[in-house]
C-alpha cells in the first residue's frame, strides 16, 4: 500500500518543479536605453522583471565606460556577462546574457555608433 502512495507523491513533485520551472522564466519589457539607440529586447530566468532591468542597465553603464563601442570586462551587480556583437560602421546589434549561478538575464539592443 505504500508503495502506490511513494509513486504519486514522487510524480507530484516532478509536475511541481517543472510547472515551477517553467514559470520561472519570462519576456519583459526592455529599459528605456540611455543613449543613442535601444534594447530590443529582455529575458530573464530565476529573477524578477525588475532585476533584469537593473542588471541590463549596469552592464550599459560598464560597456560605455570604455568608449561608445566599449565592452565590459568585469561582473555586474554579482553577474558575469558574455556579449556578441554583429556591427556595421553606423550600428552595434549586440546580445548580452548575464548569468549568477540559476539566474539569468539575457537582452539584445542596437546601438548608433
Known amino acids: 500500500m505504500l508503495r502506490p502512495f511513494l509513486n504519486a507523491t514522487a510524480l507530484s513533485l516532478v509536475v511541481l518543479v517543472s510547472g515551477t520551472a517553467a514559470a520561472s522564466a ?36 560598464c560597456r560605455v565606460k570604455h568608449g561608445k563601442t566599449g ?13 556578441t556583437r554583429r556591427s556595421i560602421s553606423t550600428e552595434i546589434d549586440g546580445t548580452v546574457t548575464c548569468k549568477s549561478g ?10 548608433d555608433t
Open 71 to 83: 565592452r565590459c570586462s568585469s561582473k555586474v551587480l554579482g553577474y558575469s556577462c558574455k556579449e
Open 26 to 61: 519570462a519576456s519583459c519589457s526592455a529599459p528605456k536605453y540611455p543613449g543613442s539607440g535601444y534594447f530590443t529586447s529582455m529575458k530573464v530566468s530565476h529573477v524578477s522583471c525588475s532585476t533584469g532591468k537593473k542588471v541590463t542597465l549596469a552592464h550599459y553603464k
Open 102 to 111: 540559476s539566474k539569468k538575464v539575457i537582452y539584445s539592443y542596437q546601438q
